[in-house]
């Protein structure tokens, strides 16, 4: 298996501009998980997704953020418009359904946003 | 969600084994206790999960005592690829909770 697919790896782009995230789960995972990482906040949880269904976007820090999970397969998380607050690494995760013992979490390898 | 607690950092040379300890004194009786590992530039690995006394796999054992407050890992015979951010999570087996990493425990091997 490819685990978890994340793209793109690196995005550097001007305040203002908008930003998409994109994300392709492990296949056969019900659950979907973005998180993004600071130095100062550490690892948050942005918003998750059980079949398809965002279950709780309580972390998603203002309009501006904004996640879609199409399919099984693919979902995106977008910022419109991106400030530079919000560079960061973004990880997308996913995992058999959660609430039921899904416990482990397959990360992806990240997206590093710059936003200047 | 109980909340836990855990040293920000700790150094250990090559070889050694390495215990860190994890509090949590608020856990349910429905909590289990997770472990991850984060490399430098990689999202988080899953290490290892349990509930109470031992458990055990290729990579680490987890010890948790009988009132389930506090919970060890214990990586054996470290190498400098153990080199990582360790994170405890205390996570209920029931409903919608969010997994909720803190800060975690910078592990630093020493050549």
């Known amino acids: 298996d490819a685990g978890v697919i994340q793209s793109p790896r690196h995005e550097v782009t001007e305040m203002g501009q908008e930003v998409t995230l994109r994300c392709k789960p492990i296949?056969?995972?019900?659950?979907l998980f973005w998180y993004r990482q600071t130095m100062m906040r550490g690892l948050e949880l942005l918003i998750y997704?059980?079949?398809?269904?965002?279950?709780?976007d309580s972390g998603m820090p203002e309009d501006r953020f904004s996640a879609k999970m199409p399919n099984a397969s693919f979902s995106t998380l977008k910022i419109q418009p991106s400030e530079p607050r919000d560079s960061a690494v973004y990880f997308c995760?996913?995992?058999?359904?959660?609430?039921?013992?899904?416990?482990?979490?397959?990360f992806g390898p990240g997206t590093r946003l710059t936003v200047t | 969600l109980a909340k836990t607690t855990q040293p920000i950092s700790m150094d250990s040379y090559e070889g050694q084994e390495v215990n860190i300890t994890c509090s949590h004194n608020?856990?349910?009786?429905?909590?289990?206790i997770t472990w991850y590992q984060q490399f430098p530039s990689q999202g988080p690995r899953f290490i290892i999960q349990?509930?109470?006394t031992k458990v055990t796999n290729e990579v680490a054992s987890l010890f948790i005592p009988a009132d389930r407050k506090s919970s060890t890992l214990s990586l054996p015979r470290v190498s400098l690829s153990d080199t990582a951010v360790y994170y405890c999570?205390?996570?209920?087996?029931?409903?919608?909770?969010?997994?909720?990493f803190g800060t975690g425990t910078r592990l630093t091997i020493i050549p």
């Open positions: 995760a996913s995992s058999l359904e959660y609430g039921q013992g899904a416990h482990e979490q397959y």
């Open positions: 296949s056969g995972h019900n659950s």
């Open positions: 997704f059980n079949n398809n269904v965002p279950i709780d």
């Open positions: 608020n856990i349910a009786t429905n909590d289990y």
């Open positions: 349990g509930y109470k």
């Open positions: 999570l205390v996570w209920s087996n029931f409903g919608n909770e969010k997994l909720t």
